[in-house]
């Protein structure tokens, strides 16, 4: 038998255990609400996300977490008001949490600049910049506000330029260039000092310059004009025709062979000595297929004894080819994933193919640098399109590439030294230097923020 006061002690150690378990019970379905919620907005499912985020706030309507989710999903749906309302929120709810604050941050500061509102991003960024000392939110930083490595100019025209493609001493760049009513090839130095003129095709687009194993020729894709809607293409559709073909042309005496005639439809050729990996839509969708040039004398070449290998036999999109360093792995672009294009590796005999990168988002314009340790890509993220690199391993990634503009098209100098890509930061789209030993300092950040 229990005396009063004993029951009494037993009847509260069981309301303390009873409430316990209530708190343990609903902090276990608010953990799982809000990952349900991350779930659904890395899988694009944003407006099913809100259904669970907006009734969960307005019971617990402190948790910077819920808020920070609940601006991812108003950022992906592009309702970048109500994203930054709640990114805002978030911050002030994550007092005593500097990290959870940095992020509410960051995340506020990214959805500034896909608007256009750099001011404001820079006000938020100098506040997380002086917040910290972690080197990863540094670089996070970095991207956001300027590119990680020191980068400048090289062409300064109204015309479009695009396609960079070193030579083999490093010491010089192809490039195809809009300077006329058509695209031609030219070559310029590290200093964007033209050196010549390569092609003289009047009738055609000239694009996608890649040096041979002989660094007197450059191969490149040759397309009729008239043909062309756009100047410059990111990605191929194979259900869109392509009238191109392949050129080979003497840099120094102008003698052009043609390798593929314009009706065979192929395009962005990738060399590796005197092989060419490229795409071609004639199944109706995009293909890979390798081409063999090991001749003594390229002079003498003849299309006709030019016998395609198809490397690729899919109903999907192959594209963007590259290889790696030793000549025998490429590394290319398939939309097989669900119509988001990822990247895939495989030997140029199409056999041990990889999805490279498992992710969200379209990725584009692969790049392997000459050790073979690191890919540089496009990737498509924020409403925007900016060169990432990442491990030959597939981890650790890194955004180089800052806002302002579109970045695609990158491609590593023969010594590792440099990155070469495309962006669109003034009106027209322009080539630039990246100095891939020179990465941005703290002393440079805050320069950026003031």
Partial sequence: ??????????????????????????LGCNSNTLKHSENLIS????????????????KSNHDPNAYILLGKAYKQLGQYNEAVQQFQKAAIHATGKPMLRIEA?????????????????????????????????????????GDSFHTRQLTHNNSDNYSPSFSPDGNNIAFASF??????????????????????????NDSSPNFLKSTDYLFYSSEPKSSREVKILIQSSGSTPIYTGFNITHIYNRHTLCVIPVSFGARVPQTSSNRVVYETNTDGNLEL???????????????????????????????????????????FVSN??????????????????KHFNPNPYDCYNPSVSP???????????????????????????????????????????????????VSDRTDTFQIYLMDLNQPITRKDIVALLR
């Fill in 289 to 331: 297929y390798l081409i063999n040039l090991e001749i003594k004398n390229l002079s003498k070449l003849d299309h006709n004894d030019i016998k395609p290998t198809r490397i690729t036999y899919t109903e999907y999109d192959e594209g963007s080819p590259a290889f790696f360093p030793n000549g025998e792995k490429i590394i």
């Fill in 1 to 26: 038998m229990y005396k009063n006061s004993d029951l009494r002690i037993h009847q509260s150690k069981n309301y303390t255990i009873y409430y316990l378990i209530f708190i343990f019970i609903a």
């Fill in 105 to 145: 941050r960051l995340e506020l500061a990214r959805t500034f600049l896909i608007y256009g509102d750099r001011d404001s991003a820079f006000k938020v960024l100098k506040l997380v910049f002086l917040s910290t000392t972690d080197q990863e939110i540094i670089q996070e930083i970095i991207g956001l506000v």
């Fill in 371 to 421: 050790d073979g340790k690191n890919i540089a890509f496009v990737s498509a993220r924020d409403a925007d399109w900016e060169i990432y690199i990442i491990d030959a391993n597939g981890k650790n990634e890194r955004r180089i590439t800052n806002g302002i503009g579109r970045s695609i098209q990158p491609t590593f100098s023969p010594d590792g030294k440099y990155l070469a890509f």
């Fill in 179 to 204: 300077k006329g009513d058509n695209s031609e090839i030219y070559l310029m130095d590290l200093n964007g000092r033209i050196m010549r003129r390569v092609t003289y095709s009047t009738d055609f």
């Fill in 336 to 353: 097989r994933n669900e119509s988001v294009n990822q990247l895939y590796t495989m030997t140029i005999d199409g056999k041990n193919e």
């Fill in 43 to 58: 899988s694009g499912k944003s407006f099913e996300a809100l259904e669970l985020l907006i009734p969960y706030i307005e």
